[in-house]
């Protein structure tokens, strides 16, 4: 078993962290990996050019792991690696990696939604989007609210 | 007395404020302080939690100099 949670203030390359989720995986029999990208348009219909992650210099990184963690705990997976970007993050660029490895693939499956459920609402970021018409600051909306408690 | 501030709280008032607040006064008279200081954070003021050492803490926490005070608005999540 083992749990990766990190914070990653530079480009973050998914192939690389499949990679990394790959080697330790060996003797699973499955892998389900999630990559988020930043947005070029809000919610609104306005073109954004980056998305700007504030963070804390320890809360952040550890509200990362205290999530992966719990997920560890929850379902019957053997590895999880969670890489989240802090900073400014151009429009079309990966902002998070998730991934969890199991025996057999529900699990998997299970980890890596409820994994990208609590990220959403609960990671410690102050989060932007930029653009022509200035920063506008985001918080989670209802439905990723509701798409969180379905953990309970 | 230095504060750290986060998210729409750094954008409104600055990331780092200074706050002449008398020693071991409470959170709670420290975010009056600021609201009255900064009157356009106020509502943000009130919705942010306090930390101190990586610790939430509640209104009635005193602080002092040392203590290296934080406002943290809610989170936006990633």
């Avoid at chain 1, 930043?38 to 999530?67: M, Y």
């Avoid at chain 1, 490895?101 to 410690?124: G, N, P, Q």
């Avoid at chain 2, 600021?34 to 306090?50: C, F, G, H, I, K």
Wanted: aromatic content about 6%; charged content about 25%; overall charge negative.
């Amino acid at each position: 078993m083992s749990v990766v949670a990190l914070l990653e203030h530079d480009a973050l390359d998914p192939q690389l962290e499949l990679a990394e989720l790959t080697e330790a995986a060996r003797g699973d029999g499955a892998i389900v990996t999630f990559v988020g990208l930043a947005r070029p348009e809000s919610r609104e219909g306005n073109a954004v050019d980056a998305i700007v992650l504030d963070h804390h210099p320890t809360l952040t990184r550890q509200s990362l792991e205290d999530i992966a963690v719990a997920c560890a705990e929850r379902f019957d997976v053997s590895h999880i690696r969670v890489v989240h970007r802090c900073g400014m993050v151009p429009a079309g660029e990966p902002i998070v990696f998730t991934g969890a490895s199991s025996i057999h693939r529900r699990a998997a499956f299970d980890a890596a939604d409820y994994l990208m459920d609590r990220l959403k609402t609960e990671a410690v970021f102050w989060k932007r989007e930029v653009g022509d018409d200035g920063a506008q600051w985001i918080e989670p909306t209802e439905a990723d609210l509701a798409d969180r408690d379905r953990w309970g | 007395m230095r504060i750290r501030l986060y998210g729409r709280l750094a954008d409104a008032i600055g990331p780092n404020v200074e706050v002449d607040a008398a020693l071991a006064c409470s959170v709670a008279e420290i975010r009056d302080l600021l609201a009255a200081s900064y009157p356009q954070a106020a509502d943000e003021l009130a919705r942010s939690r306090a930390c101190v050492g990586e610790r939430l803490v509640g209104g009635e926490q005193l602080i002092d100099e040392s203590d290296g005070l934080e406002f943290l608005p809610p989170v936006s999540g990633g």
